[in-house]
Protein backbone atom coordinates (compact mmCIF):
# COMPACT_ATOMS: atom_id res chain seq x y z
CA UNK A 1 0.00 0.00 0.00
CA UNK A 2 1.49 3.39 -0.79
CA UNK A 3 1.79 6.13 2.19
CA UNK A 4 -0.15 8.23 -0.07
CA UNK A 5 -3.21 7.61 -2.42
CA UNK A 6 -4.57 10.10 -4.60
CA UNK A 7 -7.21 9.33 -7.90
CA UNK A 8 -5.23 9.62 -11.12
CA UNK A 9 -8.41 10.53 -12.90
CA UNK A 10 -9.00 12.31 -15.31
CA UNK A 11 -11.73 14.87 -13.85
CA UNK A 12 -13.59 16.58 -15.96
CA UNK A 13 -16.09 19.50 -14.67
CA UNK A 14 -17.81 22.71 -16.50
CA UNK A 15 -16.50 25.79 -16.38
CA UNK A 16 -17.96 27.46 -13.27
CA UNK A 17 -18.26 24.50 -11.11
CA UNK A 18 -17.08 23.46 -7.28
CA UNK A 19 -14.21 21.06 -7.56
CA UNK A 20 -12.97 18.40 -5.17
CA UNK A 21 -9.64 17.04 -5.09
CA UNK A 22 -8.94 14.77 -2.47
CA UNK A 23 -5.73 12.22 -0.96
CA UNK A 24 -6.10 9.34 1.89
CA UNK A 25 -2.84 8.75 3.89
CA UNK A 26 -1.53 6.36 6.07
CA UNK A 27 0.95 7.65 8.06
CA UNK A 28 -0.34 9.28 11.37
CA UNK A 29 3.19 11.27 11.77
CA UNK A 30 2.52 13.35 8.69
CA UNK A 31 2.20 17.07 9.81
CA UNK A 32 2.49 19.06 6.65
CA UNK A 33 0.35 18.68 3.62
CA UNK A 34 0.68 20.29 0.71
CA UNK A 35 -1.36 20.97 -2.98
CA UNK A 36 1.06 21.21 -6.48
CA UNK A 37 -0.83 22.34 -9.96
CA UNK A 38 1.37 20.96 -12.96
CA UNK A 39 0.88 22.08 -16.43
CA UNK A 40 1.49 19.66 -19.20
CA UNK A 41 5.56 19.69 -19.54
CA UNK A 42 6.40 22.06 -16.91
CA UNK A 43 7.16 21.25 -13.10
CA UNK A 44 5.10 21.44 -9.86
CA UNK A 45 4.47 24.63 -8.47
CA UNK A 46 3.32 24.79 -4.84
CA UNK A 47 -0.15 26.55 -4.48
CA UNK A 48 -0.87 25.69 -0.87
CA UNK A 49 0.22 24.25 2.33
CA UNK A 50 -1.10 23.50 5.98
CA UNK A 51 0.20 22.43 9.38
CA UNK A 52 -1.80 19.74 10.68
CA UNK A 53 -5.70 19.94 10.50
CA UNK A 54 -7.94 22.54 9.81
CA UNK A 55 -8.83 24.82 6.57
CA UNK A 56 -6.42 27.26 5.01
CA UNK A 57 -8.41 29.45 2.48
CA UNK A 58 -6.26 31.67 -0.71
CA UNK A 59 -9.03 33.01 -3.10
CA UNK A 60 -10.81 30.15 -5.07
CA UNK A 61 -8.34 27.28 -3.67
CA UNK A 62 -9.57 25.95 0.02
CA UNK A 63 -7.39 23.34 1.17
CA UNK A 64 -8.79 21.25 3.90
CA UNK A 65 -7.23 18.82 6.35
CA UNK A 66 -8.87 16.06 8.51
CA UNK A 67 -6.23 13.85 10.50
CA UNK A 68 -8.18 12.14 12.36
CA UNK A 69 -9.30 10.20 9.06
CA UNK A 70 -6.19 11.04 7.26
CA UNK A 71 -7.89 12.47 4.66
CA UNK A 72 -6.96 15.91 3.09
CA UNK A 73 -8.80 18.02 0.01
CA UNK A 74 -8.63 20.71 -2.29
CA UNK A 75 -11.25 22.53 -3.22
CA UNK A 76 -11.65 25.43 -6.52
CA UNK A 77 -14.40 27.33 -6.35
CA UNK A 78 -15.66 29.18 -10.04
CA UNK A 79 -13.64 27.03 -11.61
CA UNK A 80 -12.03 27.96 -14.80
CA UNK A 81 -10.16 26.34 -17.86
CA UNK A 82 -6.99 27.58 -16.85
CA UNK A 83 -7.48 25.41 -13.78
CA UNK A 84 -6.91 22.56 -15.78
CA UNK A 85 -3.82 20.64 -14.62
CA UNK A 86 -2.92 17.86 -12.89
CA UNK A 87 -2.43 18.54 -9.43
CA UNK A 88 -0.18 16.82 -6.81
CA UNK A 89 -0.85 16.18 -2.94
CA UNK A 90 2.34 16.35 -0.69
CA UNK A 91 3.22 15.88 2.88
CA UNK A 92 5.75 15.14 5.37
CA UNK A 93 6.37 14.72 9.13
CA UNK A 94 9.47 17.17 8.93
CA UNK A 95 9.56 20.58 7.99
CA UNK A 96 12.14 19.47 5.60
CA UNK A 97 11.76 19.28 1.68
CA UNK A 98 13.98 16.07 1.29
CA UNK A 99 11.36 14.10 3.23
CA UNK A 100 8.03 14.91 1.03
CA UNK A 101 5.63 12.00 -0.30
CA UNK A 102 3.91 12.71 -3.09
CA UNK A 103 0.99 11.39 -4.62
CA UNK A 104 0.61 10.24 -8.09
CA UNK A 105 -1.79 13.46 -9.27
CA UNK A 106 -5.33 13.89 -10.55
CA UNK A 107 -5.74 15.07 -13.84
CA UNK A 108 -8.23 18.40 -13.62
CA UNK A 109 -10.43 19.39 -17.64
CA UNK A 110 -12.37 21.99 -16.58
CA UNK A 111 -15.03 22.65 -20.06
CA UNK A 112 -15.69 25.73 -21.70
CA UNK B 1 13.61 36.44 -14.45
CA UNK B 2 15.30 33.37 -15.24
CA UNK B 3 13.47 30.61 -13.34
CA UNK B 4 15.36 26.79 -12.90
CA UNK B 5 16.40 25.60 -16.34
CA UNK B 6 17.12 21.70 -17.23
CA UNK B 7 19.07 20.36 -20.05
CA UNK B 8 18.68 18.24 -22.42
CA UNK B 9 14.64 19.02 -22.55
CA UNK B 10 14.60 15.26 -23.80
CA UNK B 11 16.99 12.68 -24.14
CA UNK B 12 16.77 9.38 -26.14
CA UNK B 13 19.42 6.60 -25.21
CA UNK B 14 20.10 3.04 -25.26
CA UNK B 15 20.00 0.57 -22.05
CA UNK B 16 23.79 0.80 -21.12
CA UNK B 17 24.86 4.02 -21.47
CA UNK B 18 25.86 7.01 -18.97
CA UNK B 19 23.67 10.26 -19.28
CA UNK B 20 24.05 13.04 -17.73
CA UNK B 21 21.32 15.71 -16.84
CA UNK B 22 21.76 18.94 -15.58
CA UNK B 23 20.37 21.73 -13.81
CA UNK B 24 20.82 25.56 -13.45
CA UNK B 25 18.78 26.48 -10.71
CA UNK B 26 17.90 30.22 -9.44
CA UNK B 27 21.10 32.58 -8.87
CA UNK B 28 20.84 32.61 -5.26
CA UNK B 29 19.23 29.67 -4.05
CA UNK B 30 20.88 27.45 -1.19
CA UNK B 31 19.13 24.50 -1.91
CA UNK B 32 18.79 21.78 -4.71
CA UNK B 33 16.40 19.24 -4.82
CA UNK B 34 16.21 16.16 -7.74
CA UNK B 35 13.03 14.23 -8.28
CA UNK B 36 12.23 11.49 -10.47
CA UNK B 37 8.49 11.11 -11.94
CA UNK B 38 7.56 7.66 -13.69
CA UNK B 39 4.35 7.92 -15.84
CA UNK B 40 1.52 7.63 -13.36
CA UNK B 41 3.38 8.14 -10.11
CA UNK B 42 4.07 11.00 -7.82
CA UNK B 43 7.56 12.62 -7.49
CA UNK B 44 10.22 10.70 -6.03
CA UNK B 45 13.24 12.63 -4.37
CA UNK B 46 16.27 11.60 -5.33
CA UNK B 47 18.62 13.77 -3.80
CA UNK B 48 19.24 16.94 -1.40
CA UNK B 49 21.98 19.51 -1.85
CA UNK B 50 22.05 22.66 0.78
CA UNK B 51 24.79 24.85 0.33
CA UNK B 52 28.18 23.22 1.31
CA UNK B 53 26.75 20.65 3.43
CA UNK B 54 26.80 16.94 2.46
CA UNK B 55 23.89 16.14 0.40
CA UNK B 56 21.26 14.06 1.50
CA UNK B 57 21.49 10.72 -1.11
CA UNK B 58 18.98 8.92 0.97
CA UNK B 59 16.50 8.81 -2.30
CA UNK B 60 19.26 7.10 -4.82
CA UNK B 61 17.64 4.05 -6.14
CA UNK B 62 21.37 2.47 -6.64
CA UNK B 63 24.61 3.07 -7.20
CA UNK B 64 23.95 3.76 -10.52
CA UNK B 65 22.74 7.47 -9.77
CA UNK B 66 24.87 10.14 -8.51
CA UNK B 67 24.48 13.88 -8.42
CA UNK B 68 27.59 16.67 -8.24
CA UNK B 69 26.53 20.46 -7.48
CA UNK B 70 29.67 22.45 -8.19
CA UNK B 71 30.63 26.10 -6.59
CA UNK B 72 27.30 25.80 -4.94
CA UNK B 73 24.91 26.68 -7.92
CA UNK B 74 24.74 23.97 -11.34
CA UNK B 75 24.39 20.32 -10.59
CA UNK B 76 24.52 17.54 -12.54
CA UNK B 77 22.71 13.72 -12.21
CA UNK B 78 24.10 10.80 -13.55
CA UNK B 79 22.82 7.99 -14.61
CA UNK B 80 25.19 5.23 -15.45
CA UNK B 81 24.70 1.68 -17.31
CA UNK B 82 21.20 2.94 -18.09
CA UNK B 83 18.15 0.62 -17.35
CA UNK B 84 14.70 0.83 -18.98
CA UNK B 85 13.19 1.23 -15.69
CA UNK B 86 15.07 4.81 -15.75
CA UNK B 87 13.09 6.39 -18.18
CA UNK B 88 10.94 9.22 -16.36
CA UNK B 89 11.21 12.83 -16.65
CA UNK B 90 14.00 13.83 -14.04
CA UNK B 91 12.72 17.53 -12.09
CA UNK B 92 15.25 20.05 -10.71
CA UNK B 93 14.00 22.37 -8.01
CA UNK B 94 15.37 24.83 -6.09
CA UNK B 95 14.70 27.15 -2.86
CA UNK B 96 15.98 29.91 -1.31
CA UNK B 97 16.87 29.23 2.62
CA UNK B 98 17.40 26.83 4.87
CA UNK B 99 13.79 26.26 6.27
CA UNK B 100 12.90 22.98 3.74
CA UNK B 101 9.92 23.15 2.27
CA UNK B 102 8.53 25.90 3.68
CA UNK B 103 10.05 28.12 1.66
CA UNK B 104 8.86 27.81 -1.91
CA UNK B 105 10.77 25.00 -4.12
CA UNK B 106 10.84 26.46 -8.06
CA UNK B 107 10.60 23.33 -10.09
CA UNK B 108 12.45 23.19 -14.00
CA UNK B 109 10.60 22.39 -16.80
CA UNK B 110 12.29 18.55 -16.48
CA UNK B 111 14.10 16.15 -18.78
CA UNK B 112 12.21 13.73 -20.29
CA UNK B 113 14.49 10.39 -20.63
CA UNK B 114 14.05 7.52 -22.53
CA UNK B 115 16.54 3.93 -22.37
CA UNK B 116 15.53 2.06 -25.61
Known amino acids: QKEVEQDPGPLSVPEGAIVSLNCTYS??????FMWYRQYSRKGPELLMYTYSSGNKEDGRFTAQVDKSSKYISLFIRDSQPSDSATYLCAMTPYSSASKIIFGSGTRLSIRP | GAGVSQSPSNKVTEKGKDVELRCDPISGHTALYWYRQSLGQGLEFLIYFQGNSAPDKSGLPSDRFSAERTGGSVSTLTIQRTQQEDSAVYLC??????????????FGPGTRLLVL
Open chain 1, 27 to 32: NSAFQY
Open chain 2, 93 to 106: ASSAARRGFEETQY
